[in-house]
């Protein structure tokens, strides 16, 4: 079973449309983040959360929300879909604390398409 | 805030040849993590070798190796004995040691010939 898991995989919605990418881990871990993929630019934090009642922005937060509904789930929202937010986006968690410890595990991805 | 730089956005080996990938980043940190990652068709990040800025030793996971220049804040990883699954996207990651954030560079597709 998958330690990290993203729904839905794949999603074509529409401009204007309100939609919901959801993560969930069996890893126990308390950190999990937001990131979103775009071709040659490698991938950029858009939020992340350190536990349940800690939500931080990260580099390119502006049109998105999110939130951490338990400590195992993380979900991130567009409330209105525009094109430019078409893009691969992956769900991440990590341990926290020093050393190995950062090493952050990703999900399988959501492939999003805005039309 | 720190940045990655990949300044090679494709690359190609011969299977059983050996290639080198480039990585430099910047940053006013002393203390700090750096990551190479393997992104497969499949889409999934796969952590191939890491390594700890105290330390002076390169990392070695199997075929694959890194060459750490802490002061020319350069991370380049070597892959040897190239085979067909490593053909992927490859991402050089910085972490710093507040834990908050990993900032990873552009990419670079390695294509593997048969």
């Known amino acids: 079973d998958a330690d990290v898991t993203q729904t839905p995989r794949n999603r074509i919605t529409k401009t204007g449309k309100r939609i919901m990418l959801e993560c969930s881990q069996t890893k126990g871990h308390d950190r999990m983040y937001w990131y979103r993929q775009d071709p040659g630019l490698g991938l950029r934090l858009i939020y992340y959360?350190?536990?349940?009642?800690?939500?931080n922005k990260g580099e390119i937060s502006d049109g998105y929300s999110v939130s951490r509904q338990a400590q195992a789930k993380f979900s991130l929202s567009l409330e209105s879909a525009i094109p430019n937010q078409t893009a691969l986006y992956f769900c991440?968690?990590?341990?926290?604390?020093?050393?190995?410890?950062?090493?952050?595990?990703f999900g399988p991805g959501t492939r999003l398409t805005v039309l | 805030a720190q940045t990655v730089t990949q300044s090679q956005p494709e690359m190609s080996v011969q299977e059983a040849e050996t290639v080198t990938l480039s990585c430099t980043y910047d940053?006013?940190?002393?203390?700090?993590?750096l990551f190479w990652y393997k992104q497969p068709p499949s889409r999934q990040m796969i952590l191939v070798i890491r390594?700890?800025?105290?330390?002076?030793q390169n990392a070695t996971e199997n075929r694959f190796s890194v060459n750490f220049q802490k002061a020319a804040k350069s991370f380049s990883l070597k892959i040897s004995d190239s085979q067909l699954g490593d053909a992927a996207m490859y991402f050089c990651a910085f972490h710093n040691n507040a834990g908050n954030m990993l900032t990873f560079g552009g990419g670079t597709r390695l294509m593997v010939k048969p």
């Open positions: 390594q700890e800025a105290y330390k002076q």
């Open positions: 940053t006013s940190e002393s203390d700090y993590y």
């Open positions: 959360s350190f536990d349940v009642k800690d939500i």
């Open positions: 991440a968690t990590s341990g926290g604390g020093q050393g190995f410890y950062n090493e952050q595990f």
